[in-house]
């Protein structure tokens, strides 16, 4: 990670259009290491398509994109995750029928090979895996065991730990307590509390309003492919959000 | 290999033997996973203990052993195959007229005079194609897989029938018969064949990159694709595993017969779905072992060799054999 740059990530005057619809018509915003940066919007103000132009899902049709001050392009997913940014989506992207350890190092296996022969070396990537979850404060039965088995909150753990367990340093996170109960809600937040202060950028959507001002530095305010407003959390308050995101508050800049 | 496992737990647990390993035994009981891995072996011992106590003499013989484990060898090549398939959530209804095609591929070659074992890499690549070409259009095109292999069920046939004009060629030849009989002690080696495929098939599956990434793609396609996995190739892949197998399985059809025949083999299409079901692959995707079909392979060829050795007229064999698939689905169904 460069210290000099402001910000981790910073995207400028972003377009996507799918055929006749402006998902994103000119968006820009950044995020801070070490800080919650959250975006939120109404459905189908463009908040997921601007995470996935971002993680590297679609590639935007106009305007720039900085990870740590430098410019960059995404091709793939792959490309984004190699600059170290790791998306958590809604869904998780978990493999129910494979054990924990297996889903931590999905698509990338530790091997030991013979020759042209590679064999997964189980036995690293199940003591790096206990080694990668004894740093959250959620309880995880074995690395062994199935994801199939676990809670919404273990399984968001472990989500969140394959995300960051690879040296990121932009963690997107998508709706991550949307499923979740008080209790659950309370521990993953923990968790976000956890990786800001390892200096991540962590880009939060959320519906959530009081997560949000509990949680964000940073606010940022989407409506209809637009970014209507962004400020820090402590000048604002729920009722502004709400103006702005229903369209009743013009906005500000 | 899971007998090895077994005995290495219950070894340890000798010293360690207290009320958790109770606990720990009962929970298992109670996971329906246990089960749909496990069942296989209960219903094979059901099967040896029903036909060995009504005919001791005539079923639990060597000579009859023997006679199961040759019947076996061919369908258990082609559920390894299949179980690929599976594990990818997908479907394989073309294995037995693939395997028919490749026959007919091979007799072709061979009569015109190439050598076995290009005859065999003839008809194997055969089959190669035709698995390609499913896979291809199941991934790319997104065509259902069911729809994309019944196709391909009448379209391998329908080529094994124009290349051979439907009928079957004469394949004499010493070293392909002596495989077809041959045995090492009491394994024959079409059996052999099939049990170092099976071996093969297992560590592809357990532990390489690839394995993990075909049960991901079957347990969840979309969560595979987002962490980068190309299902497209996986898919394409495991389908070409099935055209491989099948191919290459109809080299030791031939051998039997001692002819390439044109004629599909339903059966053998019936036993590798049925196989798979009893093996406990879930039909869903993401789980299964190759030990278990293999298991429940030879346990299907026990219980129509059962059925016959006690006078069973064969017509009733398919009701049998179609019962027991269906019951074993319920069983895994319901426990889940």
Redo the contacts between chains.
């Keep these: 990670m460069t210290a000099a740059a402001e910000y981790s990530v910073e995207v400028r005057n972003i377009r996507k259009a799918f055929g006749s619809v402006d998902a994103l018509r000119d968006v820009s915003l950044y995020a801070r290491p070490g800080e919650v940066t959250a975006i939120v919007g109404d459905n189908g103000a463009g908040k997921s398509t601007l995470i996935k132009c971002i993680s590297g899902v679609y590639k935007a049709d106009d305007g720039d994109i900085f990870i740590n001050g430098e410019p960059v392009s995404f091709a793939?997913?792959?490309e984004s995750?190699s600059h170290g940014i790791e998306?958590v989506?809604q869904?998780?992207?978990?493999?129910?029928?494979?054990a924990i350890w297996?889903n931590l190092f999905?698509?990338r296996?530790a091997?030991k090979g013979i020759g042209p022969f590679?064999?997964?070396d189980?036995n690293t990537m199940r003591q790096r895996s206990t080694e990668m979850l004894e740093n959250l404060d959620v309880y995880i039965p074995s690395v062994k065991s199935r994801v199939r088995g676990l809670s919404g909150g273990q399984r968001q753990a472990v989500a969140i730990c394959r995300a960051t367990g690879w040296g990121s340093h932009v963690v997107i996170m998508d709706e991550p307590t949307a499923a979740l109960g008080v209790k659950e809600t309370a521990k993953v937040e923990a968790l976000i509390h956890r990786l800001k202060s390892q200096g991540i950028a962590i880009l939060l959507i959320s519906h959530n309003f009081d997560q949000v001002l509990r949680l964000a530095e940073h606010i940022w305010v989407m409506r209809q492919g637009n970014v209507m407003a962004g400020m820090r959390a402590k000048d604002t308050n729920g009722d502004e959000l709400v103006a702005l995101i229903t369209g009743a508050s013009a906005g500000r800049k | 290999m899971k007998s090895n496992e077994t005995t290495s737990n219950s070894s340890t647990s000798v010293e360690e033997f207290d009320a958790s390993f109770l606990v720990k035994f009962r929970t298992r009981l109670k996971d329906p996973y246990f089960w749909a891995d496990w069942m296989v072996v209960f219903a094979f011992l059901l099967v040896v203990i029903i036909f060995g106590a009504i005919a001791p003499t005539k079923f639990l013989t060597m000579y009859n052993l023997n006679n199961i484990l040759i019947a076996s060898a061919i369908p258990a090549i082609l559920v390894i195959g299949q179980t690929f398939v599976v594990a990818t959530a997908g479907i394989d209804l073309s294995v037995s007229s693939v395997m028919t095609f490749g026959a007919v591929t091979f007799g072709l070659a061979f009569t015109n005079g190439w050598s076995v074992l290009f005859a065999c890499l003839f008809g194997t690549i055969a089959g190669a194609l035709c698995g390609i070409v499913n896979g291809v259009i199941i991934s790319k095109w997104k065509i259902n897989d069911f729809i994309v292999t019944l196709g391909m069920l009448s379209i391998a046939s329908g080529f094994a029938l124009v290349l051979s004009h439907g009928s079957p060629r004469q394949v004499i030849n010493e070293s392909l018969s002596k495989l077809a009989i041959g045995a090492v002690g009491e394994l024959p080696y079409l059996m052999i064949i099939a049990l170092v495929l099976a071996t093969i098939a297992h560590?592809a599956l357990?532990?390489?990159?690839f394995g993990?990434?075909v049960?991901?793609t079957?347990?969840?396609e979309?969560?595979?694709r987002?962490?980068?996995?190309s299902t497209v190739r996986i898919k394409i892949a495991v389908y070409t595993i099935s055209g491989v197998l099948a191919g290459f399985a109809a080299t030791l059809a031939v051998s039997r017969i001692g002819s390439a025949e044109p004629a599909a083999n339903t059966a053998l299409l019936l036993n590798s779905v049925a196989a798979v079901v009893l093996g406990g692959v879930?039909l869903f995707g993401?789980?299964g072992t190759i030990f278990g079909p293999i298991m429940a392979t030879i346990l299907l060829q026990s219980l129509s060799n059962g059925l016959t050795v006690v006078g069973v007229a064969s017509y009733y064999q398919y009701i049998s054999i179609g019962s027991v698939v269906i019951i074993s689905a319920m069983l895994v169904r319901t426990s889940k």
Excluded: C, W
């Excluded at chain 2, 987002?226 to 996995?229: A, V």
């Design positions: 793939s997913p792959e995750r998306t989506y869904t998780l992207g978990l493999v129910e029928d494979l297996q999905l698509n296996e091997v590679k064999f997964l189980k | 560590f357990f532990n390489t990159r993990t990434h049960f991901a079957g347990g969840n979309d969560s595979a987002s962490m980068g996995i879930s993401g789980r």
